[in-house]
């Protein structure tokens, strides 16, 4: 029988072989750290700066089982984040307090902007209320995003203790 030293020991040289994936369950401040980026690249419709969010081959489903609202890879998170982004303005992105197992992270956002294609009446306002499921792949990285999204015509705050864990 194995002693838990020589268990650890192989075990590390499997990982390191890619024969077993190793997952540093992320912390708190890194989802924290990322979603606060993800919302000031999308208030400043910076494509740019929110792939660099995403791992090279990340996959990235707008809404879940659709083909075409479903991108993998930084170049196909950017044309995306380009075309979605570009006719909104004025948005504001809050965040709740995540909830964490492991590599993977839920964060509520609620999202208020003006999107004249969405809203035609009055001032253009939208809410969007939004849970994404993150999967870290490094404390700065994510390898997958799922979107589960309500949109609401009009500009709608938070209810009381929205966003509490």
Not at 115 to 125: K, Q, R, S
Not at 138 to 150: F, I, L
Request: aromatic residues 10%.
């Amino acid at each position: 029988m194995m002693n838990r030293r020589t268990l650890l020991a192989a075990g590390l040289a499997m990982a390191a072989m890619g024969l077993v994936a190793c997952e540093r369950p992320v912390e708190r401040t890194d989802v924290v750290h990322w979603i606060e980026a993800y919302g000031k690249a999308w208030e400043t419709k910076d494509a740019d700066a929110a792939v660099q969010l995403f791992t090279e081959n990340a996959i990235y489903e707008a809404i879940p089982g659709v083909n075409d609202q479903t991108f993998v890879g930084r170049s196909a998170i950017h044309t995306y984040w380009e075309n979605i982004t570009a006719g909104q303005s004025d948005v504001m992105v809050q965040h709740g307090e995540p909830l964490m197992e492991g590599n993977r992270a839920t964060v509520e956002l609620w999202v208020t902007m003006r999107v004249p294609a969405l809203n035609p009446e009055g001032e253009h306002w939208v809410t969007l209320i939004e849970t994404n499921v993150l999967y870290f792949d490094t404390a700065d990285q994510v390898s997958r995003n799922v979107e589960y999204w309500n949109l609401i015509m009009g500009k709608v705050s938070p209810p009381a203790g929205w966003g509490a864990d």
